[in-house]
């Protein structure tokens, strides 16, 4: 079976000895000083069929799921790639061909994870694919998440030339830090005729939603 018609992947299940693997856990700042070998071993999570590389030697484990990938893509994110050497410190037998098993906090979703994955194993012999709004705001959301600045400027530029809903791209300016992303919006939804709704009004918090509706009635005739 291949992934992206060109990356073979192999539907398998954790090995035995996992338990003996090397393993990290990132703390909920992903802070890679703070990193701490973990004492408990948790109920290994499955292996998504996607991403379960026989000869990847990184596990990345979350609360739902959990993938089978190789390091030198993971060296790319500073934070991955720290833990990674905290954990070739804390390997029983050095060279054993282990893999070694990153923890993600709770916070961390599998799903963000994966469709991170989706973008870093992507081919791009034949240019870069569409990915969708939501794959990329994962994307986002771990590169920022992990420190990879290429990735994450990637993912920016991508949902920059989307069509995404105001309201939508002020969360995702709050989020990650884009203020160049809040004042269009923010321009937007006073001049629109549908009036806020709750939702979007949680989203925008008080200040902002009171300013809006300033805006908004300083403008009618």
Known sequence: VSLNNSTPYYPITLAPDADECPRILIPERSDADAAAIE?????PASVHPEFA????????RTTDQAFWVHEYHLNKFAVFAALIQEARKSE??????RRFILACDKKTKGEDIYNT???IYASHIDGIPDFSSSTLTSTLRIASLF?????RNFAISKLEGMNIPAIQRIQLSDEFTLPSWETPAFSELCSRKEPISQAEAEILGMKRFVEIERLRNASKP
């Open 39 to 43: 004492d408990k071993n948790p109920t």
């Open 53 to 60: 590389f026989a000869d990847g030697n990184v596990e990345i």
């Open 92 to 97: 029983t037998i050095p060279g054993s061909g």
């Open 117 to 119: 994955l989706k973008v």
């Open 147 to 151: 420190d990879y600045p290429a990735l």
